[in-house]
C-alpha cells in the first residue's frame, strides 16, 4: 500500500521558515517525479514544486520561486520543501504526490497518482 505522510507545517510569522518533510513508502518512489502542491482556503488546489526522481530537474511555481528549495533523499524515500521568507499569501495546506511520470518532472495534478493528507502551513501577518 502506497503511503505518504507530510509533517513539519505549523503557524509562523511573515518571514520566517518551515520545512516539510514527506515521507513515502509502498512503491520505489525513486524512478518517479515528487511534487508539492497547496490548497489555499477558498481556492483551487496549486502547483508549488516538483523533482525528478534522480533530482537533476526541479521546477517552482513563480509565486516560490527564489524562496522554496525541493529536494529529496531518495535512501529515505523523503521529499522536503524548505519554505523561507513565507508570506500570509503562502497560508494553505501543503500535499506531496508522487507522479505517475517516470524520468521526469510533472506539473499538472493530473500527473500525479498518490497524494498525502495535507499538512496545514498559517503565516501570519
Known amino acids: 500500500q502506497v503511503q505518504l505522510v507530510e509533517s513539519g507545517g505549523g503557524l509562523v510569522q511573515a518571514g520566517g521558515s518551515l520545512r516539510l518533510s514527506c515521507a513515502a513508502s509502498g512503491r520505489t518512489f525513486r524512478d518517479y517525479a515528487m511534487g508539492w502542491f497547496r490548497r489555499a482556503p477558498g481556492k483551487d488546489r496549486e502547483f508549488v514544486a516538483t523533482?525528478?526522481?534522480?533530482?537533476?530537474?526541479?521546477y517552482y511555481a513563480d509565486s516560490v520561486k527564489g524562496r522554496f528549495t525541493i529536494s529529496r533523499d531518495n535512501a529515505k524515500n523523503t521529499v522536503y520543501l524548505q519554505m523561507n521568507s513565507l508570506k500570509p499569501e503562502d497560508t494553505a495546506v501543503y500535499y506531496c504526490?508522487?507522479?505517475?511520470?517516470?524520468?521526469?518532472?510533472?506539473?499538472?495534478?493530473?500527473?500525479?497518482?498518490?497524494w498525502g493528507q495535507g499538512t496545514q502551513v498559517t503565516v501570519s501577518s
Open positions: 504526490a508522487s507522479s505517475s511520470m517516470a524520468g521526469r518532472i510533472a506539473v499538472r495534478e493530473s500527473e500525479y497518482n498518490y
Open positions: 523533482i525528478k526522481w534522480s533530482g537533476g530537474s526541479i
